[in-house]
């Protein structure tokens, strides 16, 4: 039986959709059809943020991605959604938290069977939707060049007294510069600015105050000749400018002594109905956090390491 999975970097459960569940996919797992399947029919609860959930039950059956066994693990059969209705299922690589006796996730899983021997996960996306997806260790073409190789430490996601193991896969911007002059004396350091990158968004989330500062610095000499605006497209906070700011300098994301680098004719996307071009970073009015989106991931492989607690990013 095969199913399309969505990758989950924050959550450490892998679950698929259950026969004779309300979720609406028309594929769904049916016990019936497999010889191997263990059932465990303890209910499980399942929590995401922003209040979503699963309510299924564990088993264990063989895996296969492609046509490729990679190994007899634990999952969940969902049997409720309130808000994944259209999902055939969730593959989580996240954290396992210790309390969890059970190992969900793919990771660890292969990691306690030996079946990998580095807990580490990496994505990569192209301009076709297509991509790379790997498991157990570091493509070689990065290992064999590593000057070119950033990364940061993970940090751990604190929601009021508890602390979560690097949940969201956080790292600390320390600062940002403009253009390919890069000194000290010309990065604006911040102090707990944490970004946080999710790999099935396919996108990475900063503070508002980023987005104050890009208005302040970046866009202020545009924005003075009339030729950008600060504007509202669906609801969002964007920058849109009359034409073609050709002398845009690239931004670049400060992570400790490593800078990732954001070229400006990514930077902008054309609108045919509006004739303007549209920044396209996003703040969410009344939200704290602003999306960077696909200009980051697609241009760099992300490499999540729970093994050394690391982010890593590899143009």
Request: aromatic share 16%; hydrophobic share 30%; glycine share 6%.
């Amino acid at each position: 039986q095969c199913f399309k999975m969505v990758i989950q970097g924050s959550t450490f459960y892998m679950w698929l959709a259950e026969i004779n569940s309300d979720l609406t996919v028309s594929t769904k797992f049916d016990s019936s059809r497999s010889k191997t399947i263990e059932r465990n029919r303890t209910e499980l609860l399942l929590e995401y943020e922003d209040d979503k959930s699963i309510t299924g039950y564990s088993v264990k059956d063989d895996i296969y991605i492609g046509d490729q066994k990679i190994f007899r693990g634990n999952f969940i059969l969902a049997t409720r959604s309130d808000s994944f209705s259209e999902t055939e299922g969730m593959i989580g690589l996240g954290y396992t938290p210790s309390s969890y006796e059970e190992k969900f996730s793919i990771i660890e899983q292969l990691y306690e069977q030996k079946i990998i021997f580095h807990k580490v996960f990496t994505q990569s996306f192209t301009t076709s939707n297509r991509g790379e997806l790997s498991f157990g260790k570091i493509p070689d073409y990065i290992v064999q060049d590593y000057k070119n190789y950033g990364r940061c430490n993970a940090l751990d996601k604190i929601e009021g007294d508890t602390r979560y193991k690097n949940r969201s896969w956080q790292c600390e911007l320390t600062g940002v510069f403009y253009g390919d002059k890069y000194s000290p004396s010309i990065v604006k350091t911040y102090s707990d600015t944490n970004v946080s990158f999710f790999s099935y968004r396919k996108r990475a989330l900063v503070p508002i105050t980023f987005f104050e500062y890009l208005e302040a610095t970046y866009f202020k000499n545009y924005i003075d000749k009339k030729m950008c605006e600060r504007t509202v497209v669906n609801r969002y906070d964007t920058f849109s400018c009359q034409q073609d700011i050709i002398d845009a300098p690239e931004v670049n994301l400060v992570f400790g002594d490593w800078a990732m680098k954001i070229p400006s004719d990514q930077l902008f996307k054309f609108r045919k109905k509006t004739n303007t071009y549209e920044f396209i970073f996003y703040h969410k009015k009344n939200y704290e956090k602003y999306s960077l989106g696909r200009p980051l991931v697609r241009n760099y492989h992300m490499v999540y390491d729970l093994q050394n607690e690391q982010i890593g990013f590899y143009p």
